[in-house]
């Protein structure tokens, strides 16, 4: 239903250019749809949770937002581009499963990887990549272990490392998937305060978060997701018993 807009509201609020905008977006891996008909509109500069059960289509919302996964319907925009012009606005904290630690391959050098796409493809990184990168670490708290192998850091700091990765890619918008999840409180408050801090230079975080305790704590906003989306918007309004139980009920919903 479309309200009648008063005069007096302030229409740039309004047509401000949403940093991710998706509609009707359905992605089918087999042949069960993990997403259905999801439309969403992120906000600007707020922290956003990404919440729902086991299977939900979470790290998929994210993963389609970048073209990871192939998009069976739907549309994703970003700054009211197609993502892949707008690749450098964005950031990406993997899920930590996912990652190949054992690839050989020290602190540092993943940091740097995050500036190679600030470079273009004919400059090398040089000293002043590696200057950068090595600030990226010491805002994690992670100086020391620059030269440690990835494999070798714990759960915590190789979550940190990427999160360092993130930041020197100097986004607009970060993509994190759940990467609270099964960390030491060290970790868990370095993030949250970095992110504080990025929030209040109007950057835009998006965040998978498995734990519901902290959901009005730690966020602005929140999506609640069970393959079809159950409700978004400001936590306060829309993080309610009522949706809660809608999210995480046994069967998703698949209806339309
Ligand atoms: P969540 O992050 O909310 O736990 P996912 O987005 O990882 O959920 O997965 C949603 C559904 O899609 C699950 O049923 C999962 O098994 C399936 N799925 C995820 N990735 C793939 C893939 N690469 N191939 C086939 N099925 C997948
Ligand atoms: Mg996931």
Same mark, same amino acid.
């Given at each position: 239903m479309m309200e009648q807009k008063?005069?007096? /509201? &302030? $229409?740039s609020e309004d047509d401000k250019i949403s940093p991710i905008r998706i509609r009707n977006l359905s992605v089918t891996y /087999? %042949?069960?749809?993990?997403?259905?008909n999801v439309d969403v509109d992120f906000p600007e500069g707020k922290m956003i949770a990404i919440v729902g059960p086991n299977g939900a289509g979470k790290s998929t919302l994210i993963k389609a937002i970048m073209g990871l996964v192939p998009i069976t319907a739907g549309k994703v925009s970003v700054y009211d581009k197609s993502y892949s012009k707008q690749r450098s606005k964005v950031a990406y904290v993997p899920?930590? @499963?996912?990652?190949?630690?054992?690839?050989? %391959?020290?602190a540092l050098d993943v940091v740097e990887m995050g500036l190679y796409g600030k470079l273009g493809w004919l400059r090398r990184p040089n000293s002043q990549t590696r200057q950068k990168a090595r600030e990226c670490l010491a805002q994690v708290g992670l100086e020391d272990y620059a030269d440690r192998q990835i494999g070798q850091l714990s759960g915590g700091q190789q979550q940190r490392v990427f999160v360092a990765r993130a930041l020197a890619q100097d986004p607009q918008i970060y993509l994190m998937d759940e990467?609270?999840? @099964?960390?030491?409180a060290v970790t868990e408050d370095t993030i949250l305060s970095i992110l504080e801090n990025l929030k209040k230079e109007g950057k835009t975080i998006v965040m998978v978060h498995h734990d519901l305790q902290t959901v009005d704590k730690y966020f602005d906003w929140v999506v609640m997701l &069970? /393959?079809? $989306?159950v409700a978004t918007g400001p936590i306060k309004q829309v993080f309610t018993k009522d949706n809660l139980d809608r999210t995480y009920q046994e069967s998703p919903r698949m209806s339309i």
């Open positions: 008063s005069e007096k /509201r &302030n $229409l /087999r %042949t069960e749809p993990a997403l259905w899920q930590r @499963g996912s990652v190949d630690w054992d690839f050989p %391959t020290d990467p609270l999840n @099964g960390v030491d &069970n /393959r079809s $989306l």
